[in-house]
Nanobody, 126 residues
Framework: VQLQASGGGLVQAGGSLRLSCVASGRTISIYAVGWFRQAPGKERELVAAFSRSGYNTYYTDSVKGRFTISRDNAKNTVYLQMNSLKPEDTAVYYC????????????????????WGQGTLVTVSS
């Protein structure tokens, strides 16, 4: 599967953005999907994810209540809705997909994801 991330941009603190991750080649619904971000000088961190079944979700503490991960199987797309953005959310955001796990398992580590999108830059100004 190939992943294409988009939707990043420049937004003021308190604003919103919706990132999209469009899959091609295979249906996204068979994969566990995660959104990661990497700020300059920092390691890539998992922001949000859901299991292959879609029943289980994960959010890192700093985005809980502000970000929502979702999937539209008809459009073969995964979204990350980001509200109440803060300057510390500034980073390059990546979507990733993995399939080598149970259907209700969240993938937390980068090495367990098999496919990656190219990244989209989110800049939040104060």
């Amino acid at each position: 599967v190939q992943l294409q991330a988009s939707g990043g941009g420049l937004v003021q603190a308190g604003g919103s953005l919706r990132l999209s991750c469009v899959a091609s080649g295979r249906t996204i619904s068979i994969y566990a999907v995660g959104w990661f971000r990497q700020a300059p000088g920092k390691e890539r961190e998992l922001v949000a994810a859901f299991s292959r079944s879609g029943y289980n979700t994960y959010y890192t503490d700093s985005v809980k209540g502000r970000f929502t991960i979702s999937r539209d199987n008809a459009k073969n797309t995964v979204y990350l809705q980001m509200n109440s953005l803060k300057p510390e959310d500034t980073a390059v955001y990546y979507c990733a997909a993995g399939s080598k796990i149970g259907i209700n398992i969240i993938i937390y580590t980068t090495r367990e994801y098999d496919y990656w999108g190219q990244g989209t830059l989110v800049t939040v100004s104060s």
